[in-house]
């Protein structure tokens, strides 16, 4: 069994959250209340990733800006099943998610710190549009950029 990555709701959030709280890259806790304040009233994404039924990775996007991209918020994968393609497997069904609710961009932030990250998004197509300087280095946010239609604007 493989595997597999499907659309989750609201009433999810406490897996989800619970995935968050165990990637080892997020230096705070997440709480189902407060993820569900943020996006109660906006069009959002959740998705699941599984392995043999057990939530292995996850990822939320929504509309933050109204400029036609959906703004990938959180995602993360399990560190045992880190290498397998999910990432991958979470970002592909986001953005067929986001062409088929008519967004025509993927945005995101990273943080300096999570090289792997930054790595991971311009492998799979993003470009950088954006850099807000902090005082330490590492926690400096570099935003990214991926257009749908393919094509860089």
């Given amino acids: ?23 080892p890259e997020f230096d705070c806790l997440f709480y189902t209340q407060q993820m569900k304040r943020r996006l109660d009233k906006c069009e959002c994404v959740i998705l699941l990733a599984e392995f043999a039924g057990k939530p ?18 959180l995602g993360g994968v399990l560190p045992p099943f880190r290498g397998q393609g999910v990432a991958k497997m979470l970002q592909e069904q986001l953005e067929k998610e986001a062409k088929r609710n008519f967004f025509q961009s993927v945005r995101l932030k990273t943080r300096n710190k999570h090289k792997a990250m930054l790595i991971f998004a311009l492998k799979s197509g993003f470009y950088i549009c954006g850099f807000e300087a902090k005082p330490d280095y590492e926690d400096s946010r570099i935003e990214l950029v991926k257009y749908l239609n393919g094509k860089s604007h």
Avoid: Q
Wanted: charged share 15%; hydrophobic share 45%; glycine share 10%.
């Fill in 1 to 23: 069994m493989g595997i597999r990555v499907r659309k989750v709701g609201i009433p999810d959030l406490p897996i989800v959250v619970n995935i968050l709280n165990h990637i």
């Fill in 56 to 73: 292995v990775g996850c990822k939320i996007a929504y509309n933050r800006y109204f400029d036609g991209s959906v703004y990938s918020w």
